[in-house]
């Protein structure tokens, strides 16, 4: 889900009154990828925002990305604020292992960015070896601790798609997007193999532009049949 809106740089969240902020007033493309997952009776919810500014000439880097992730055992949050070259990360989580932890990570491209920026960027993501932070919800799921590390993106074309493939260097996991080479660059599909024979597809079915977050009253179920989100 794909939405722009008004964001303060100092405080990194959506401004209620934009027009009293002045010069901390920037655009930012929000994505919401939403998964749910069912294996078994054990269920798995996820949600990851992202928040990119729209001229990335000015502001080249992401603000803010988090994730959370619900599951039957507890939950998860995970969280990315830009800070004066750095990435400030903080993570709380219902496990041991895991804890409630905070640490700086270099300045480097977010995974869960890339979407964002191809929309902004007319369907241009950089090609070669680029400094990467791999997917807060691989991170999870594969017990990786976040890190900076090497990446390669490479790119094909075909008649109306750009395909980019993102190989990490020292961790078995690809992704590949599917976007379309003209406005407004919609994400065709995306696929993520993590080596374990699963591999993750998603493909658009269907795509609307509407004001959802006044679309709550069971009258509006409508729009699920319409965006085919009713199995």
Known sequence: MFVTEPFSIKKQ????????????????????????????????????STFTPVDLGQYPHTLKSNTSIQEWCGHTFTQFNLGKNKYHMKQFSYFE???????????????????????????????????????TVYSRFFYKKLETTKAVISKTESDTLFTYTIQYANYDRKVTIDVQKTFPYKIASWT????????????????????????????????????????
């Open 192 to 231: 993520e193999d993590d080596g374990d024979g699963l591999i993750t597809k998603a493909t658009l079915k269907k795509s609307i532009n509407e004001p959802y977050w006044e679309q709550k009253k069971t009258s509006d179920e409508a729009k699920r049949e319409e965006l085919k989100l009713i199995k």
């Open 97 to 135: 292992a895991d804890g409630d932890t905070e640490k700086d990570l270099p300045i480097a491209l977010l995974e869960e960015e890339l979407m964002t920026r191809l929309r902004i960027k007319k369907a241009q993501l950089p090609v070669g070896e680029v400094d990467m932070i791999f997917s």
């Open 13 to 48: 969240v959506k401004l209620d009154d934009p027009e009293k902020a002045g010069k901390d007033n920037i655009s930012v493309m929000k994505l919401n990828q939403i998964r749910k997952l069912t294996t078994g009776i054990y269920d798995y919810s996820i949600v990851s």
